[in-house]
């Protein structure tokens, strides 16, 4: 979307709505107690072999990432002084390490690298992130949510990485005076009394904090037609979209959508819905102009 139109304000305000996550209890990494063995940390993996894990749950964290960032503040770098005195792997956390099971956030992601956006999308897609310097291999988990915003204005994204972001929302000003008048209000009131203002919409936070939990216990149970997948197939093809992930991110935008109406089966709504999500920008990095009808 366009400046001014409220991306970044729209992202930073997911963390709000996001349910606390528990949490290995001093783990640079954010492991998670429940997960198998292997997708811990090596610090939690010894801990879990002693049997002294303690957990704490805490507010799932949004990490900004600037455009100016090198590689070692995102992947962070090893530590040679103590792979020298003391024989041990030692890691200097980067970025990446503190968004495990958060969100990072890219404003401009346009803009950014195309050496740091590739390190990014490989590590949003195995899970791991891996440093290797002079020989030696450190990994640990890097499960996040990628968001990114940009200004269409400034440049476009390069097809392979259009392709690897899921789904694109666009936020256009709105036209209408009320509309616009009531933002301008809801902004004011907010910097004259932010806590007033905050506690007046607790109750629609909660609400909505509600709706996703739920969302999250019914996913797995929302049963999926085979008519569903080849339809998705055969609009994918008509579209001449060659990347098998369009496929799989509409069903699973489909599912999630259902899932948060609390349903368990896929209705026309929820192909909707994925249609305006998953397709826009994959045509238009593949050079297509189409109509939101077609």
Not at 16 to 31: A, D, N, R, T, Y
Not at 113 to 135: M, T
Not at 183 to 202: A, C, G, L, Q, S
Not at 248 to 273: H, M, S, Y
Request: aromatic residues 4%.
């Amino acid at each position: 979307g366009h400046q001014g139109t409220g991306k970044s304000t729209a992202v930073r305000s997911l963390v709000e709505l996001m349910p606390q996550i528990e949490v290995i209890k001093g783990c640079e990494f954010s492991c998670d107690p429940n997960s198998d063995i292997d997708d811990l940390c090596q610090p939690c993996i010894e801990r879990k072999e002693r049997k002294t894990i303690e957990t704490e749950f805490r507010d799932m964290w949004l990490v900004n990432l600037p455009l100016g960032v090198t590689e070692d503040m995102v992947c962070g770098s090893l530590s040679i002084e103590k792979v020298l005195t003391e024989g041990i792997r030692a890691l200097h956390p980067g970025l990446l390490a503190k968004a495990n099971r958060g969100i990072l956030y890219v404003d401009e992601i346009n803009l950014l690298q195309d050496h740091i956006v590739d390190v990014l999308l490989d590590s949003a897609a195995s899970g791991v992130n891996i440093i290797e310097r002079e020989g030696i291999s450190v990994s640990h988990p890097s499960r996040f949510v990628l968001v990114g915003s940009m200004n269409p204005e400034e440049g476009d994204l390069r097809p392979q990485i259009a392709d690897r972001l899921g789904l694109e929302v666009r936020i256009k000003a709105p036209r209408d005076p009320e509309l616009r008048a009531e933002i301008t209000k809801r902004v004011i009131e907010f910097d004259d009394h932010p806590k007033e203002f905050i506690k007046n919409y607790e109750d629609e936070q909660e609400k909505l904090r509600q709706r996703i939990l739920n969302a999250r216990n019914v996913l797995k149970e929302v049963q999926i037609p085979s008519s569903v997948y080849e339809f998705v197939s055969k609009i994918v093809n008509e579209l001449e979209i060659f990347s098998q992930r369009a496929d799989i991110t509409f069903i699973r935008c489909a599912r999630a959508n259902a899932a948060l109406n609390n349903r368990k089966e896929i209705l026309e709504d929820d192909l909707n819905v994925a249609m305006d999500l998953v397709f826009e920008h994959r045509i238009q990095s593949l050079h297509y102009e189409m109509t939101p009808e077609e």
